[in-house]
């Protein structure tokens, strides 16, 4: 398999302030990575697609504004939850996309997450 | 759109017992399939896909699923439970490619498995 990691594994931080999540593959090169959050007792919601190179794609409903995305590298994306409220704490999780030579034989492989506590 | 529906958000079996999780599909175009785990404070670790070829997937811990399309679904299987097996399972489907949706992974509710000695 492919290692994805993230840091930092859990962070506290204090209502209005800024939170930054890297998201790093280990032994692959991704340019495509993905963003989740996922709420206590329920699955994962995709949040953003990171491009390496261009901007990221958010999906309906999440404010780009406020969680901002870089993919400066082709094993790093961040997150950085900005002004940071207490309905934000959560999950963070990311994903970073192994290509194969063939469509099908790509793999998505998800980093162990981020769990992010406002208060 | 593509949605996915995992049939009981709790299962719970004895140790050696069948292990089965259901997991239904909707897809506008011919899905990818995938089975991941999650242990408690973990990220998501793959245990099978199907994305072509032979409708019966075998993956990693003894776990296998197969894809049939005419009931639109992708139930995952093991023959024994271990006590370790228990965790949350999900099930996941994204496009086969092309377009915006390319790559996404649409999650069901996820099901927790618990296993009782």
């Known amino acids: 398999g492919a290692v994805v990691s993230q840091h930092p594994s859990w962070v506290i931080c204090k209502s209005g302030t800024s939170v930054k999540i890297e998201c790093r593959s280990l032994?692959?090169?991704?340019?495509?990575m993905f963003w989740y959050r996922q709420f206590p007792k329920q699955s994962l919601m995709l949040m953003a697609t990171?491009?390496?190179?261009?901007?990221?794609?958010?999906e309906q409903g999440v404010e780009k504004d406020k969680f901002l995305i870089n993919h400066a590298s082709l094993t790093l994306s961040t997150l950085t939850v900005t002004s940071a409220h207490p309905e934000d704490s959560s999950f963070y999780i990311c994903?970073?996309?192994?290509?194969?030579?063939?469509?099908?034989?790509?793999?998505?492989?998800f980093g162990p997450g981020t769990r992010l506590l406002v208060l | 759109a593509q949605s996915v529906t995992q049939l009981g958000s709790h299962v719970s079996v004895s140790e050696g017992a069948l292990v089965l999780l259901r997991c239904n599909y909707s897809?506008?175009?011919?899905?990818?399939l995938f089975w991941y785990v999650q242990y408690p404070n973990q990220g998501l670790q793959l245990l099978l896909k199907?994305?072509?070829?032979?409708?019966l997937v075998k993956g990693i811990n003894g776990f296998e699923a197969e894809f049939k399309k005419s009931e639109t679904s992708f139930h995952l299987t093991k023959p024994s439970a271990h006590m370790s097996d228990a965790a949350e399972y999900f099930c996941?489907?994204?496009?086969?490619?092309?377009?915006?949706?390319?790559?996404?992974?649409?999650f069901g509710q996820g099901t927790i498995l618990t296993v009782h000695p």
């Open positions: 994903s970073a996309r192994k290509m194969g030579l063939l469509s099908y034989q790509e793999t998505q492989y």
């Open positions: 032994d692959f090169q991704a340019t495509t």
């Open positions: 990171s491009n390496e190179g261009s901007k990221a794609t958010y």
């Open positions: 897809s506008s175009v011919p899905p990818y």
């Open positions: 199907y994305t072509t070829g032979a409708t």
């Open positions: 996941a489907v994204s496009d086969r490619g092309g377009g915006t949706s390319y790559g996404k992974l649409t």
